[in-house]
């Protein structure tokens, strides 16, 4: 297939629209790709492979092997992610959270989770500051109820912790020119000069870990591919500062129950928010695109094709983590015999017993909001 066979696609922190080519993103950023030797270095630590890791949906990086260098030496380094909350959780958002999880239990390490409500107020009209700030809040108990260590996790909404943030944020805004964040976002002379502002924020957190200790803290960053262009800025000046380059390990997007694209909050009806009730689970899963045939007599005869299939994709992303089950299932779809209705149930009865186990860890974390958040 040649490039202008290829649908067109659109990726920038936010927007993310058509057939996103991976591949050609790890070309286009420079980034590397996460091979087999640096999943056995993960390994030899952690014990294991986390599925992500191993199903390559955490696939791209940027200095994973020096983290995992300096990490051999002694040298722990802090992890670092984040959330817009521009709206409740879904669980796409979760993805790189549950792994993040995994990576603070085995490699025993502190996580700085930054809540954007700053840039989520600068981005969408509709939205006021005291809209992104609750749902800054609703999303940290997302992020509670996922386990994080008390300890070892801190969170903050920007608006909370500007006192200690701007400073930071200042040291990068310096060193970034206009042109530059035109050419690496697509600005013109339109954009509000919030916006324009905005990357220092989100580099902040990077060299936070450092200030706290008292040392240069190596930092690791699992996020959307989609973010990486905030962190090549923030990456450009980090030395000239004093502080090391973070370090990235970068996922692919989940899915959408459509069958098109990514996750989106936008589309309520294709995308599982963490409050969704059982019912809306079982609505929008029965609505699900997936790769059947017109009927199940022909399903029977000829087969379906989970390779297109939005139920499957589930699975594979999130919901199973077993791989033989998921080769499994696939088989019998091919062969017709198993036949989506079914196939379907199978996914609505984890997604729903997931999210039923993850409310209640989520309503049990309104009190305890207190233990993890950081606040000037
Ligand atoms: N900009 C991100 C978003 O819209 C939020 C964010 C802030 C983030 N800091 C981050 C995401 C670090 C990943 C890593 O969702």
């Known amino acids: 297939m040649t490039r202008s066979d290829k649908e067109e696609y659109v ?7 058509g057939n996103i080519d991976y591949d050609e993103l790890v070309e286009r950023f420079g980034t590397s790709r996460v091979d087999e030797e640096l999943k056995q270095r993960i390994e030899n630590i952690a014990g294991e492979v986390h599925f992500m890791l191993r199903r390559n949906i955490f696939y791209s990086h940027r200095d994973l092997k020096w983290i995992l260098d300096q990490y051999e030496k002694g040298n722990k380094f802090a992890l670092y992610t984040g959330r817009g909350p521009s709206g409740h959780t879904h669980v796409g958002h979760l993805m790189p959270w549950i792994f993040a999880r995994w990576m603070q239990d085995k490699f025993g390490v502190d996580l700085y ?3 954007t409500d700053d840039e989520k107020y600068l981005f ?16 940290a108990l997302d992020i509670i109820a996922l386990g994080f260590d008390p300890e070892k996790t801190f969170i903050f909404a920007d608006t909370d912790y500007i006192h200690t943030l701007y400073p930071l944020a200042l040291k990068v805004a310096k060193r970034v020119n206009f042109s530059t964040v035109k050419a690496v976002f697509g600005f013109d002379n339109s954009a509000n000069v919030g916006s324009i502002f905005y990357t220092s924020m989100q580099s902040a957190p990077c060299f936070l870990p450092s200030d706290r200790e008292g040392r240069k803290v190596p930092v690791l960053i699992p996020c959307g591919i989609d973010q990486d262009a905030h962190f090549r800025v923030t990456r450009d000046v980090a030395e000239t500062i004093g502080y090391h380059k973070p370090a990235l390990l970068h996922n692919k997007l989940a899915p959408s129950l459509d069958g098109t694209g990514k996750m989106s909050a936008s589309i309520p009806k294709t995308t599982i928010f963490t409050t969704d009730t059982p019912e809306d689970v079982d609505a929008k899963i029965s609505e699900a695109f997936t790769g ?5 007599k022909e399903q029977r005869e000829k087969g379906g094709n989970p390779d297109i299939c939005a139920v499957q994709n589930y699975r594979y992303y999130l919901f199973e983590e077993d ?3 998921v080769a499994d299932i696939a088989d019998r779809c091919r062969r017709g015999d198993l036949l989506c209705g079914e196939c379907k149930g199978l996914l609505k009865e984890k997604i729903r017993s997931f999210l039923k186990k993850h409310q209640e860890r989520r309503e049990r974390a309104r009190d305890r909001l207190e233990e993890f958040l950081l606040k000037d």
């Not at 969408?124 to 999303?139: G, H, I, K, V």
């Open 292 to 296: 059947g045939r017109m009927s199940a």
């Open 113 to 115: 989770f930054q809540l």
């Open 323 to 325: 791989d033989e089950r």
């Open 11 to 17: 990726l920038t922190p936010w927007e993310v629209s």
């Open 124 to 139: 969408n009209f509709d939205l006021e500051m005291e809209d992104t700030y609750s749902y800054a809040m609703e999303n």
